[in-house]
């Protein structure tokens, strides 16, 4: 709340009055941000290390083969 | 390095110091919310600060990792030797791979910060033309058949692409303004730390995404081996 207020005194950055969505912007608190970066980076490893298991079966079937 | 990778000591550690970095960094409250240690509380960052520890050390890992490559480009340049090439090229991959999620993880961090995905900012421009110029090198071997030539053409360019990289996302970014903190005048979240809380689990942290990011690679260089070693005893 006096983080909110703070802003509003500097309110130089903006050209007008803040829209509805920047202050919604201002006044949440992210934390949906942080849990989006984490899921991100987890199924971001996830994919690859499918892609990773892929190729060690790939390996394994050219060995098993000779 | 070979040795290295097989070793289990830093993997374990890895994991340990992304736990505490994870758990951490979710649990530890934002300054002003009840005494003891706490986050810095700044005005629209709120509780995102906390992607200091997720989002930025994806970046550091990328430039060990093409730190890595360039090494072995250079090395592959006085010494033919497939396994230097093999290190030059797999950890370029897995380094493009991590640059995609600082990417991702940025543009969703961005969303909420400045309102939109992306921004003509020279430090977002720069670390897109870092990817690509890394994704041209990646085409760039595929076009080339022959070995030799393929590693060593891909090494020259690879020490120009690493020091190109560089420049783009770290020195041209400071020069000029930016919305991006620690660039164009912005303090970076050190300047925010005060009591150093921050620092307590942001070093941890990095050190167990770039740990991780090194796992990550040396089982993809492993498996390329593996693939080179069958090639060379023909089948």
Known sequence: MLAFSFIFSSLSSFAQEPSAYEISLIKSNKMIAVIGVLVIILIGIALYLFSLERKLKKLEERIDSK | ?235
């Open chain 2, 1 to 235: 390095m070979e040795k290295f990778l097989k070793q289990t000591w830093w993997k374990i550690l890895a994991i340990a110091f992304l736990l505490y970095a994870i758990i951490g960094g979710l649990l530890v409250p934002l300054a002003g919310t009840g005494s003891g240690l706490a986050f810095p509380n700044m005005p629209i960052l709120n509780e995102s600060i906390r992607n200091l520890l997720y989002h930025v050390p994806m970046w550091f890992s990328m430039v060990v990792l093409l730190l890595i490559s360039f090494v072995y480009s250079l090395k592959y340049l006085s010494n033919s030797n497939p396994i230097f090439d093999n290190y030059a090229n797999t950890f370029a991959q897995v380094g493009v791979f991590f640059g995609a999620l600082g990417i991702f993880t940025g543009m969703l961090w961005a969303k909420s910060t400045w309102g939109a995905f992306w921004t003509n900012d020279p430090k977002l421009n720069g670390a897109a033309i870092g990817m690509l110029i890394y994704i041209a090198y990646l085409i760039l071997r595929s076009t080339i058949e022959d070995e030799v030539k393929r590693g060593k053409i891909a090494a020259s360019y690879n020490i120009f692409a690493f020091i190109m990289y560089l420049a783009f996302i770290f020195v041209i970014p400071r020069l000029t303004d930016s919305l991006h903190p620690g660039n164009g005048g912005n303090p970076a979240f050190s300047s925010y730390d005060l009591d150093n809380t921050l620092r307590l689990f942001f070093y941890p942290a990095t050190i167990a995404w770039i740990l991780l990011s090194l796992w990550i690679a040396g089982i993809l260089s492993r498996i390329n081996a593996l693939n080179i070693k069958l090639d060379e005893k023909g089948e």
